[in-house]
Antibody, heavy 118, light 110 residues
Framework: EVQLVESGGGLIQPGGSLRLSCAAS????????VSWVRQAPGKGLEWVSA???????YNGDSVKGRFTISRDNSRSMVFLQMNSLRAEDTAVYYC????????????WGQGTLVTVSS | QSALTQTPSASGSPGQSVTISCTGT?????????VSWYQQHPGKAPKLMIY???KRPSGVPDRFAGSKSGNTASLTVSGLQAEDEADYYC??????????FGGGTKLTVL
């Protein structure tokens, strides 16, 4: 069974840093892309970052220069290092398998809430 | 990349059919047969309902059907049931490993 479990969310002050983790199981981790997708309260889904099977990364315009995605294939984990956090980064952050070659996010974690507030 | 355009809301009565649209450009929806649809209930993670325009993952009822014409993709839900009330998001592959998301449609079952 494919599982993605996020952790690391919480309350953080503006300008602070936070590191999210995503533990994957049930599939060949190193052969798959993994992404972070966030959802601000009452808003839609936003593709934040991705790390492809070969190690290439993607970061959305709203987080470029502030967020860094990385992976540890030996532990089947993906990390999102979030620096210089802003109030507008407040959201539920989902870890999802994908996008692959067909743009599909086929499995999702339950999400972890990040709240940026003083 | 610009977001895909979805109408904010749609509704239908139980048993009826409803269609949700998703409009992009020739660089995404119109350029690839890689449109996906996701269902999200309040407080839950999104769930893949349709991929590659028309395909359903195992376990998704055949009441859900996807299609595409030009730069517009559509999701049709037939025989509406109360549990279909949710937010629906479309995505499209946009080349180079990138994906563009729609803004979401809130489906209400009257």
């Amino acid at each position: 069974e494919v599982q993605l479990v996020e952790s690391g969310g919480g309350l953080i002050q503006p300008g602070g840093s936070l590191r999210l983790s995503c533990a994957a199981s049930g599939f060949s981790f190193s052969d798959n892309d993994v992404s972070w997708v966030r959802q601000a309260p009452g808003k839609g889904l936003e593709w934040v970052s991705a790390i492809y099977r070969g190690g290439r990364t993607y970061n959305g315009d709203s987080v470029k220069g502030r967020f860094t995605i990385s992976r540890d294939n030996s532990r089947s984990m993906v990390f999102l290092q979030m620096n210089s956090l802003r109030a507008e980064d407040t959201a539920v952050y989902y870890c999802a398998r994908g996008p692959g070659l067909r743009g599909i996010f086929d499995y999702w974690g339950q999400g972890t809430l990040v709240t940026v507030s003083s | 990349q610009s977001a895909l355009t979805q109408t904010p809301s749609a509704s239908g009565s139980p048993g009826q059919s409803v269609t949700i649209s998703c409009t992009g450009t020739s660089s995404d929806v119109g350029g690839y047969n890689y449109v996906s649809w996701y269902q999200q209930h309040p407080g839950k993670a999104p769930k893949l309902m349709i991929y590659e325009v028309t395909k359903r993952p195992s376990g998704v009822p055949d009441r859900f059907a996807g299609s595409k014409s030009g730069n517009t993709a559509s999701l049709t839900v037939s025989g509406l049931q109360a549990e279909d009330e949710a937010d629906y998001y479309c995505t499209s592959y946009a080349g180079g490993g990138s994906v563009v998301f729609g803004g979401g449609t809130k489906l209400t079952v009257l």
